[in-house]
């Protein structure tokens, strides 16, 4: 298993106020499962997503990442784990615009340190998997939206992590863009790689193989009835 | 680290006109210290130049009683000063700092020295040994030096140099003329010049009556014959040159001790000494330079206001970096990682202002030596120091920029557009 989420609260202070967000949360995602998780805006699937990435800390709650339990390790300990085990991508695409997209993927290899001849292959090769060889000395400003997402994905790809986290990863992406997006994950998961996608458009997450909607900061496997978590989208 | 480099450098690139401005005070506050230093180091070495002359590094150790120089011409010879023998002077050239000694007598005289009836007056008669003109530098110009001859047979002969022969002469030639000393007759055989002809920079009333030399003429006898116009069993002075300038000091005051040691004089404050010119140069230099320290300090609140600024445009660079942070820590940068980069980043910001700063400063220091007339003289020491220590201002001014962009919650920065 590699998610195993346990009764994960989380609550923000607001002016002094308790604000929970997430309330009892427990999930469990198989290896090489391909989930999509739906959600209103300001229903938690971010906070969510974050608490997965070890970017954030449930109030309390046990998650355990591939068998270990990540909530005991340190700041230093969970930079490293983001690092190697998890991939991100998210919807504005979070490139550094005065970079070369190979430089961009090339990135976490240097957090890995990892020697730039090695870091110039390795991120070679991963925008070869996103079918943008031929793009590596673009800067972002010359490549359209799909094509800035598939630069982010390859660097998301370029550690081999197991795991890929997406938010919105269509959001900002015209139908065909999306589309070839959404062929990249199927490609990337029929090559075994988790991918736990939120979105909250109906015809994306259907591309998924399961569908999780979170609605007020609780998690249901089926729509509950009468609430709309999503929205019919052009996809 | 090199990856952090070429960030900075692309960052401050990328924003030429607000780098240059905040490099700005360190340029000014660097500028200023280099033009200052540059004028301290100008004015020292022309002082210690002034003093000490070009090259000879010679050092007098002289008889003293007291703290004077004892005058033959009116006062009697002490008793106990010993002859300085072979073996003695043998200890003296064998000193690591001496490279040559030679012994020497002289007397200022006023009504002593005649050419018919030319008086030098003022000038000097130096009874001298066969190394003294080696170890002073001194070239023959004109006849010949002295030979062994001189000194073994006793020849009343003289040497004269460029001053005494202007004197006595008046641009006659004075080779095979006589010349009178105390009624004595000596046949003028050679004229001797400096080696290097040294004027001292004179731009003020104080530096004449400090650096001045005196331009009265000297007479050069044999010592064999000094006896002759003078007196018998007279002490000797010791005139030695030291290897290097640095060395004048150790030269002369180890010479002394050897001389000091054969001494059995029962007036204790009869003693040899050297004159010390690089202590003296030290003392002239310290009045100097203690004026101008002051500007130093006023130069170094330009470069903390050039920090504070460097703080201030850091702090705004990571605010505008935000979601960039965000975004590095999501995907695995370390705390230490970010720290670094913007560290690095501050550091090259405030070093490149150094750099321009020393460039500055140098060319400002030029402008005030052809303004003004002030010598100035670059130290590489201090502009490396200078450029060294901006880099540590751009480090200390860094750090709370960078330590607030290192602890950026990455959820709240990846969610700031």
């Known amino acids: 298993m590699i998610l195993n989420l346990q009764n994960i609260y989380k609550n923000y202070n607001q002016d002094k106020l308790e604000v929970p967000v997430l309330k009892n949360i427990s999930l469990q995602v198989e290896e090489g499962e391909y989930v999509a998780i739906m959600g209103p805006s300001g229903s938690g699937k971010t906070t969510l997503m974050n608490i997965i990435g070890c970017l954030d800390r449930p109030t309390s709650g046990s998650y355990e990442l591939a068998g270990e339990s990540v909530l005991s390790l340190k700041d230093r300990e969970l930079s490293s784990v983001r690092l190697n085990r998890i991939g991100f991508v998210f919807q504005s695409f979070q490139l550094m615009p005065r970079e070369s997209a190979l430089n961009n993927v090339s990135l976490p290899l240097s957090y890995a340190g990892i020697k730039k001849k090695e870091r110039r292959e390795r991120a070679g090769k991963a925008l070869e998997r996103v079918g943008l060889a031929d793009r590596a000395t673009f800067k972002p400003s010359q490549l359209s939206g799909g094509q800035k997402q598939r630069v982010a994905i390859a660097r998301a790809m370029v550690n081999n992590p197991k795991l890929l986290l997406a938010d919105e990863p269509t959001g900002a992406l015209d139908s065909k863009s999306g589309r070839q997006v959404l062929e990249l994950f199927q490609k990337l998961n029929d090559e075994g790689v988790t991918i736990v996608m939120i979105t909250h458009d109906v015809n994306v997450a259907n591309q998924a193989k399961r569908i999780l909607h979170i609605i007020d900061g609780e998690i249901y496997d089926q729509n509950p009835a009468g609430i709309e978590t999503g929205e019919e989208g052009s996809v | ?417």
């Not at chain 2, 150790?250 to 204790?268: C, E, F, Q, R």
């Not at chain 2, 980043?345 to 202002?353: D, R, Y």
């Not at chain 2, 400002?364 to 590489?380: G, H, T, W, Y």
Request: proline share 3%; net charge negative; glycine share 8%.
């Open chain 2, 1 to 417: 680290m090199f990856e952090n480099l070429r960030l900075s450098f692309q960052g401050i690139w990328s924003h030429k006109l607000r780098s240059f401005l905040t490099m700005l005070g360190i340029i000014i506050g660097i500028a200023a210290i280099i033009a200052i230093v540059s004028t301290i180091k100008g004015t020292n070495e022309q002082i210690e130049q002034n003093l000490i002359g070009s090259g000879s590094n010679n050092v007098n150790v002289q008889l003293y009683q007291g703290d004077w120089t004892i005058d033959f011409s009116y006062e009697s010879v002490p008793q106990g000063v010993p002859v300085i023998s072979e073996e003695i002077l043998r200890e003296i050239t064998d000193l690591e700092e001496v490279e040559s000694a030679a012994l020497y007598r002289y007397r200022q005289d006023y009504d002593g020295v005649y050419y018919q009836n030319t008086s030098l007056s003022g000038g000097y008669v130096y009874g001298v040994d066969r190394d003294y003109f080696i170890t002073c530098d001194l070239l023959v110009q004109k006849g010949r030096g002295f030979v062994d001859k001189d000194f073994t047979d006793f020849h009343k002969v003289a040497i004269l140099d460029e001053d005494s022969a202007n004197a006595l002469f008046q641009g006659e030639n004075p080779i095979g003329k006589t010349i009178e000393v105390r009624q004595q007759p000596f046949v003028v055989v050679g004229v001797v010049t400096k080696k290097d002809v040294f004027e001292p920079v004179i731009n003020s009333m104080e530096d004449y009556y400090t650096y001045a030399q005196d331009s009265s003429g000297k007479v050069y006898i044999p010592e064999a014959v000094w006896p002759v116009p003078y007196r018998y069993d007279e002490p000797q002075q010791l005139v030695v040159k030291a290897g290097s300038t640095s060395d004048m000091t150790g030269a002369g005051k180890k010479s002394a001790d050897i001389l000091n040691g054969y001494l059995t004089v029962s007036d204790d404050t009869v003693s040899y000494r050297s004159e010390n010119l690089l202590e003296q140069a030290k003392q002239i230099q310290q009045l100097s330079e203690s004026t101008n320290r002051m500007l130093i300090w006023i130069a170094g609140i330009s470069l903390l206001v050039g920090g504070i600024g460097v703080m201030n445009i850091m702090l705004v660079s990571v605010t505008e970096r935000t979601s960039e942070i965000g975004l590095k820590k999501a995907i695995g940068a370390r705390k230490t990682m970010i720290l670094g980069q913007f560290l690095t980043e501050s550091a090259v910001l405030t070093s490149l202002g150094g750099v321009f700063g020393v460039l500055v400063g140098i060319i400002l220091a030029e402008v005030i030596s052809k303004l003004s007339d002030m010598p100035v003289a670059i130290s590489i020491p201090a502009a490396a120091a200078a450029v060294v220590f901006s880099m540590v201002i751009g480090i200390v001014f860094g750090l709370i920029p960078s330590y607030k962009a290192a602890n950026l919650d990455p959820i709240v920065a990846l969610r700031h557009e």
